[in-house]
C-alpha cells in the first residue's frame, strides 16, 4: 500500500489508547445499542452515507459478533486472524480482502501495531450501481452477490488472495483514498470502482479461498462457473470434471446446491448472454451470432432466447 495511505490508518486511535491503558475489553457501546452484539451501521456511518471505512481495532482480541451490512476487510500490512461461524480459522495477509456478509457470525483475534487492515462499512443498496455496471446474466458476478447477499444456501464470506493481483490493489486503494478525503461524490466514485472490482475479481477465481478447507465445495462450485465463462462454446461437464478430478455426479449436485440450476443450464445461461452481448455490441448477423456461441441449430436457438429474453433475437438487437 502507498505510504501516504498507511499514515492515515497506522496512528493509535483513541479507542485504542483506552485498551493500551489497561481496558482490554472492546467497549460494545461505540458498536451497538443491543444486547447481542451485531455491529450496527448506523453507529458507524454518517447519515446519508452507503459506505465508510475504518481502521480494524488493534491490541485487544474482538469478540464474535455479526453486522447489519456487508463487511469488506482489506489487510493493507501485517496479518489479522479471523474466526468465522466458530469454525474457519482465516489468517489475512498482506493483500487479502474478506466479503462477509450479514449471516456470518466473525470474532477477531489481537493484532499488533503494525497489523493494519480496513474495514469497509457497506449498505447493501450500495451495490445497486455495481450491479447495473455489469451484464445481466454473468454466472460468476451472479454467484458473487448471492453470497454477499445473505443468501442462506450460499456461503456467509469469500476471501481472495490479491496482493499480486494489480488491478485489484489499485482499485481498493482508490476507494480508501476517496473515503479518507472525503471529496464530493464519494458515493457515486466508489459504486463505480467496487463495480470495476467485482468484475476483476470473478476474473480472477483461482485466488477465492485458497487455503480455506471449509470452503471446499464453494472452491469447486467457483471453478466450474469460470470454466463456464470461458469455454460456453463447447464446454462439458466431463472434460470440467477431468479436469478438477470429482465424479459428475457429486459436481452436478454441488452446482445445484450453490446455484439452483445443472451444468447444461448454466452453460445455456452464459451462451445466451453472450448471444445478447454480442447483438447489442457487434454488427454480427443473427446466424453469425448463434455460430459464435455454439449452437448448431437455429430454431432451437431462437426458441431458447425467446423463452429467456421474451423476443426475438432480430427484436432483442432493435
Known sequence: M?????????PITAEEQTILSGHTDIEKSLYTS????????RKLLEKGRLIEIRPHTR???FPKHRHNYIEMVYMCSGTTTHIINDSDRIVLEEGDLLFLNQNVTQE???AGQNDIAVNFIILSEFFDRSVSMLDK???LYDFLISSLSGDISRSGYLHFQARDILPVQNLLENMIWTLIHKRSQTNAINQATMGLLLMNLSSFAESL???????YEQNL??????????????GS?????AEIKQPTYYVSRLLKKYTGQHFKALLQQKKLQQAATLLCRTPLSTEAVMEAVGYENSSYFHRKFREKYGCSPKEYRS
Open 221 to 234: 462450485v467457483f471453478s466450474v462457473l469460470k470454466y463456464i465463462d470461458s469455454h460456453y462454446k463447447d
Open 137 to 139: 446474466g454473468d454466472i
Open 237 to 241: 461437464l466431463e472434460q470440467i470434471c
Open 209 to 215: 479461498n485458497q487455503n480455506d478447507p471449509n470452503q
Open 34 to 41: 443491543r444486547k447481542d452484539f451485531v455491529i450496527d451501521s
Open 2 to 10: 502507498r505510504p501516504e495511505l498507511l499514515s492515515h490508518l497506522w
Open 59 to 61: 491490541f485487544a482480541h
Open 108 to 110: 477477531i483475534l489481537p
